[in-house]
């Protein structure tokens, strides 16, 4: 199947799985056994989070900037949207100790990025270069009849009533000094679970008719968190709030596969997977934090409304308070409190 007279791919959360991400690629035709990129016209698109939690985060960096050259000159694409842990890579090296202004307890970059899975290797490696393409990336995109974004979440809205003014707001953050506003963007990324539960459907189809597109293509929520089964068992994306969502998280940093998802999807038996039962509570390790470092420690709405974040299991939403460690500001049912646990 195409999207816009082009194969379309999207790849979900790295996390510094260098090796697995060229294993994946490979086997989909998109790169060769040089890791050069062999897919032609087609359009490749990663959803975020290619740090932290691995071995190799800007090596999973230096490789998409490298293949978003070398398939520019093939006539295709490949293109990468922010993901919450470029935010927590990017605040850790621009602000790094500096404390939060915050009613909630000592909170800073540095903080987060230690508890969620931060790897030195990665920050001593960060250049100019890194900094000025991740600052660039757009954190939302419609392709042909999807809405691409890394988290499961609405606070997108909150920077904007479009996709232009969304991406725009946010890379004008990201090109400020002002830690608090920042801090915000890492905040409110970490939510998720937005699109489960009874009202998910619902959540969905309104976004996607302010956003646009007709299907809602997401990572940041392991897969295996949501079915609860574990992370070795996922072979492929999960779709459910009445298939207007497709996670594509398949948990590599726990153990489950790196998922290069063509779309739009049609898997054979599909209607097995849209019938599987959402997880209410977390499974044992699951989405960012599971087997990696405390959850995800993100700033939870400092006196502020809280974000969404993700129904509960339910499917009322959570509220928030102030950032638990990135997942850890998400429903505490996300993985990353099963990471702690485990």
Not at 59 to 80: D, S, T, Y
Not at 149 to 178: C, Q
Not at 181 to 191: K, P
Not at 322 to 342: G, L, Q, V, Y
Request: charged content about 30%; aromatic content about 6%.
């Amino acid at each position: 199947m195409q999207e816009d007279g082009l194969s379309t791919y999207v790849v979900g959360d790295v996390h510094g799985h260098l090796d697995e991400l060229l294993a994946a690629l490979a086997d989909t035709g998109l790169v060769d056994a040089d890791g050069s990129w062999a897919g032609g016209d087609a359009q490749l698109w990663f959803l975020g989070d290619f740090v932290d939690r691995g071995p190799d985060g800007i090596g999973v960096i230096n490789l998409v900037m490298r293949l978003h050259k070398e398939a520019a000159e093939a006539g295709g694409q490949v293109q990468a949207l922010l993901g919450n842990h470029e935010i927590l890579l990017l605040g850790m090296h621009r602000f790094g100790d500096t404390e939060v202004p915050s009613d909630f307890g000592p909170r800073s970059f540095a903080r987060s990025w230690e508890m969620n899975g931060g790897q030195e290797t990665d920050q001593e490696a960060v250049t100019d270069e890194h900094v000025e393409w991740l600052t660039s990336r757009p954190a939302l995109a419609v392709v042909g009849r999807h809405l691409l974004m890394h988290s499961d979440t609405i606070e997108y809205l909150v920077w904007g009533a479009d996709l232009e003014e969304i991406n725009e707001g946010i890379t004008e953050v990201l090109s400020s000094d002002d830690l608090v506003e920042w801090w915000e963007v890492w905040r409110r990324l970490t939510t998720r679970h937005a699109f489960r539960g009874p009202q998910g459907a619902g959540v969905a189809r309104q976004l996607l008719q302010v956003l646009g597109g007709e299907q809602v293509v997401h990572g940041h929520s392991v897969i295996a968190d949501q079915l609860g089964i574990p992370p070795n068992m996922v072979d492929g994306p999960h779709e459910y709030a009445d298939g207007l969502a497709l996670g594509v998280d398949g948990g590599v940093f726990v153990g489950g596969p790196c998922l290069v998802v063509r779309l739009p999807w049609q898997a054979a038996d599909a209607e097995a997977t849209e019938s599987e039962p959402e997880a209410e509570s977390e499974p044992e390790a699951e989405s960012e934090p599971e087997a990696e470092p405390e959850p995800e420690a993100e700033p939870k709405p400092e006196g502020e409304p809280k974000p969404e974040g993700e129904p509960k299991p339910e499917g009322e939403p959570k509220p928030e308070d102030e950032p638990k460690p990135e997942d850890e500001s998400e429903d505490e049912s996300e993985s990353d409190e099963e990471e702690n646990a485990s």
